[in-house]
């Protein structure tokens, strides 16, 4: 699944590359991701995407991670960098959207031309500042406690108490592990 859904455009693209295989490794899995994420609209030709679309999109998602795990761990001025780099990114326009009718006869988005790479780095540059800069999101950001995850959400559970990305992954995975030591500390 090419979609993560943190809550944030910028997480999900961090998402991608979370555990050890990028889920980014080809244009078109890229362009999935694009439309997974709503960036672009289904069926938008995507006619430049190619292996330096990959490169730019993977460098922006190791610049996003670096700065949400430093302000996580009060470390923000250790990653100068990639602050500079994310702001530099998100300076650029992003894609123009219209309105139009689709076969239904409802309004659809579309994009004003063919998307550029700059264009769709901005997007998600500028969910990455919006993010930051924002105290009560920033305060909603947390990092899975899933043992081996490194996936970092919103959370946005009533008591802000959500430990795991995924209750059905990570958050199973960690009942499953607490049933075993129960069961075999009982059989001791």
Do not use: K
């Not at 076969?103 to 031309?113: C, E, K, M």
């Not at 490194?150 to 199973?172: A, P």
């Amino acid at each position: 699944m090419l979609r993560f859904d943190s809550g944030r455009i910028c997480l999900d693209l961090v998402a991608t590359g979370a555990y050890d295989s990028d889920q980014l490794d080809s244009a078109g899995r890229l362009g999935q991701w694009l439309v997974g994420a709503g960036l672009v609209p289904v069926g938008t030709p995507l006619p430049g995407a190619d292996g330096q679309w990959l490169v730019r999109f993977a460098e922006l998602r190791d610049h996003i991670g670096q700065l949400v795990h430093a302000e996580l761990g009060g470390r923000g001025g250790a990653a100068a960098a990639a602050l500079e780099r994310v702001n530099a990114l998100a300076a650029a326009a992003p894609p123009g959207v219209r309105a139009i009718r689709g076969a239904d006869g409802r309004l659809v988005r579309t994009l004003s031309g063919a998307p550029d790479c700059t264009a769709l780095l901005a997007v998600v540059a500028r969910d990455a500042v919006e993010l930051l800069t924002d105290p009560q999101d920033r305060s909603r950001l947390r990092q899975c406690e899933g043992d081996n995850c490194f996936r970092l959400y919103l959370d946005t559970s009533r008591g802000r108490r959500r430990r795991w990305c995924s209750s059905e992954v990570c958050g199973n995975r960690e009942r499953v592990a607490r049933h075993r030591r129960r069961t075999a500390a009982a059989a001791l």
